[in-house]
């Protein structure tokens, strides 16, 4: 079989445009795509744009507190109990129904003259309830309704703390994967480094080992810190039963501070605000309700009873009062159960209000400690770490120092950063606790945006 074989000139000709297309960039070597190539290209498919869709979608603190709020399961039975405790001060309220008697027999004669026969018989009884009773059993259902919207208050204000410090965490795992992973960017730039000077013969093979034991260690960081937040994201995926997109990510970051008020006003507004304060203060006045209802026993209340009788030879009506005299029985034993249970209330909430003045201090001390460790490290720590490494890599490229060198200065910045990003969040948590205290998260939101789905 012969070969077909081109010209010297053909050949030439070839090799010049092989060398030229090696050298012009990447973007110039793709042909452009016709317009009407373009034109005539089919549509993306549903499935495509589903896809699109289905991204990672960034939520805002609030639209998580939102969400969280209007589908956490812990809130939703507080207000069902509301809804239990509102039954309770209508059947407080409820007067007692009469009572209808109705007899029947006959009458045999024994004597002479007596007209033997069927008798029958009727009565209607009406307790009337001692009005003081009756009010401190109403007075006491209530303080029992006002608790459980304090219990509600309470339950959202816990719920939107967890939710706020959850998202810190999250926002804290976040940073640290971000700072491992610049760990391990730049650790494989020096492992990169070493293995040119360990190939020339500049250094010692141990160098490049050294190196890679770093990048395993700095990646096994990275992962931890990333799973770390998926396991916060879950947390808060279920307090809001579920109810959160299947891949969502949170905005913002630690280093948003907005305004606090004083330590004097957040001890003034928590002594007014404190949702737990409050709900102690219900279950106080529901007590002192009890109190007056036990004492109030001792008379319970006039029976009035109207009745009639019908004999064969006669018809006899009656009209009746009956009461309760408190003779055997003054209800002392009810009176002093009342009595020592709103005692205990009443100290319950002395000690939790002075508990929580002290609550406050500790929470107000514990923020400025995290605010001046975050303006050490900032400002101090973390850019004398960031000029080290520089240092000590510049004199590994000169010779001057050693792998072992650049791996303590980098392992420096590492930790440095990391503390940082800590004293942050602390600084957070500090904040979160001081506001959770005074109650600034009892409050329900005034709107209610859709539920993220």
């Keep these: 079989m012969s070969k077909h074989i081109l010209p010297p000139a053909r050949l030439a000709g070839l090799a010049w445009l092989c060398l030229t297309s090696l ?6 070597q793709v042909p452009a795509t016709p317009a009407s190539t373009l034109a005539a290209a089919p549509p993306a498919s549903p499935n495509a744009t589903a896809t699109a869709a289905e991204a990672v979608r960034v939520l805002s603190l ?23 405790a509102t039954a309770g001060i209508q059947t407080a309220s409820a007067y007692a129904n009469p009572r209808l008697e109705w007899q029947s027999g006959r009458n045999q ?17 009406q307790m009337i309830e001692n ?90 960081r990275q992962q931890t810190a990333a799973l770390q937040a998926e396991q916060v994201l879950l947390t808060l995926n279920r307090m809001a039963s579920g109810r959160l997109p299947s891949r969502w990510s949170l905005a913002g970051s630690l280093q948003e501070d907005s305004p606090l008020p004083t330590l004097a006003e957040l001890m003034a507004q928590a002594e007014t605000d404190n949702p737990e304060l409050r709900a102690l203060q219900a279950e106080v006045e529901r007590a002192e309700a009890q109190v007056r209802g036990a004492r109030a026993s001792r008379w319970p209340g006039v029976e009035l009873r109207v009745g009639q ?21 003054r209800r002392d034993g009810a009176i002093g159960e009342a009595g020592s249970e709103l005692r205990r209330l009443q100290g319950r909430l002395d000690g939790r209000r002075a508990e929580l003045r002290q609550q406050l201090q500790h929470a107000w001390q514990a923020l400025a400690i995290a605010r001046l460790r975050v303006q050490a490290l900032s400002e101090g720590v973390v850019l004398d770490a960031e000029a080290a490494l ?13 792998i072992l060198d650049v791996l303590d200065a980098q392992r420096v910045l590492r930790s440095a950063r990391l503390n940082l990003l800590e004293a942050r969040y602390q600084s957070q948590a500090a904040r979160i606790e001081l506001e959770t205290l005074a109650g600034r998260f009892a409050a329900s939101p005034s709107t209610s945006p859709a539920t993220p789905q």
């Design 23 to 28: 050298t012009l960039p990447l973007h110039a």
């Design 62 to 84: 609030d639209e998580l507190i939102t969400t969280v709020v209007a589908n956490n399961t812990e809130l939703l039975s507080a207000q069902q109990a509301r809804v239990t």
């Design 109 to 125: 004669a024994r004597m002479p003259g007596a007209v033997p026969g069927a008798v029958q018989g009727w009565g209607v009884s």
């Design 131 to 220: 009005p003081s009773a009756r009010d401190a059993r109403r007075g006491a259902a209530e303080a029992a309704a006002r608790g459980t919207e304090h219990a509600i208050t309470l339950t959202r204000n816990a719920v939107v703390s967890e939710t706020r410090l959850r998202a810190s965490e999250y926002l804290l795992r976040r940073a640290e994967a971000g700072v491992t992973s610049e760990d391990v960017a730049l650790l494989e730039q020096v492992r990169e480094r070493v293995r040119l000077r360990v190939a020339s013969g500049e250094a010692p093979r141990y160098e490049v080992i050294k190196a890679d034991a770093e990048i395993v260690h700095a990646r096994e």
């Design 309 to 329: 009788t019908r004999e064969p030879d006669l018809r006899q009506s009656s009209v009746g009062v009956s009461v309760q005299i408190p003779l055997l029985d």
């Design 390 to 402: 520089k240092v000590a890599q510049a004199a590994y490229r000169f010779g001057e120092r050693g």
